[in-house]
């Protein structure tokens, strides 16, 4: 039952088909190396505040008896392992976003309600900073989507515009709507991104200044995920950016039509 032999006959489908093919292996092996990549900077981001929890630990058994000094370091300690919690969480998050095509929930998702909550979840930290976020709303678009992914995106971008802004600064987040395409730009005047700078942030890990982002409790992952979930439901993200002028990160989506909610 061997084959004897074999013809073969490359019709236009059977190029196309070899291509796609030959396109597949090349993108299975640039995924596999990013992949790697992504690996590779995980467990070195993870190395660095694990190091600093274990040598803040053995300082305070080395006995330092100052009793300020021990709550400082306890202090650190907490501080450090927030973050790392953050870190997890978040790798965590970027693999599920990465692993789908589409998002779980796929819902109407009232942008009004998306933008509020993002604002009230960031309170805390503003407040820390005396920084002001309010809104500017001018439409009550309503998208196809997770709402929950939809918070966290403008969590993060909210995040970010009081982390990269001076103490007693202003942000503001406006929700609009024109032709179908609503949109949702954080705006503040804080230290700007350069522009070598604003097409390499919304890479995982990529930070302009890692010190910063560490103190401030950053992972470098926040825009890769803001990224994420945006194209997770087929919309953009943008920046528009000056240093010590400030930045603007608009998210666009799609908007539900009236009256094609199932
Ligand atoms: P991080 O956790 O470091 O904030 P992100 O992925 O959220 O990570 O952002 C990547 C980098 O982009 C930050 O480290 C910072 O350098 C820059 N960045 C993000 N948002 C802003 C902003 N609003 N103003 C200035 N720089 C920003």
């Known amino acids: 039952g061997a084959i004897t032999h074999v013809h073969v006959r490359v019709t236009p489908l ?78 965590i998050e970027i693999s599920r976003l990465q692993g789908e095509e589409s998002v779980r929930d796929h819902k109407p998702v009232d942008l009004l309600a998306v933008v509020q909550e993002s604002i009230d979840g960031a309170a805390l930290t503003a407040d820390q900073r005396r920084i002001e976020v309010s809104s500017a709303v001018t439409a009550d678009p309503v ?55 604003q097409e390499r ?9 890692p010190a910063r982002s560490r103190s401030t409790g950053g992972t470098g992952l926040g825009l890769s995920i803001v990224k994420h979930i945006a194209l997770r439901h087929a919309g953009t993200v943008e920046v528009w950016s000056q240093p010590s002028v400030g930045s ?12 094609t909610v199932e």
Do not use: C
């Not at 291509?19 to 993108?27: I, Y």
């Not at 929890?53 to 450090?80: Q, Y």
């Not at 942030?201 to 200044?209: G, P, S, V």
């Open 201 to 209: 942030i919304f890479e995982r890990f990529y930070r302009t200044d």
């Open 248 to 259: 603007t990160f608009t998210l666009r989506l799609q908007t539900q039509e009236e009256g």
């Open 14 to 91: 059977g190029d196309e088909l070899a291509l796609a093919v030959a396109n597949d292996n090349t993108e299975m092996r640039a995924a596999e190396q990013t992949r790697r990549e992504f690996a590779t900077n995980v467990s070195h981001e993870l190395k660095t505040p694990v190091g600093a929890l274990s040598l803040l630990a053995e300082t305070i058994e080395e006995g330092a008896d100052d009793p300020d000094m021990v709550r400082e370091f306890a202090r650190k300690i907490r501080k450090e392992s927030r973050r790392l919690t953050k870190l997890i969480q978040e790798i």
């Open 143 to 197: 998208v196809m989507g997770d709402h929950d992914l939809l918070v966290m995106a403008v969590r993060n971008l909210v995040d970010n515009a009081i982390a990269y802004s001076e103490e007693g600064g202003k942000v503001t987040v406006s929700l609009a709507e024109e032709d179908g395409v609503a949109s949702v730009a954080v705006i503040d005047r804080g230290i700007g991104i350069d522009l070598k700078d």
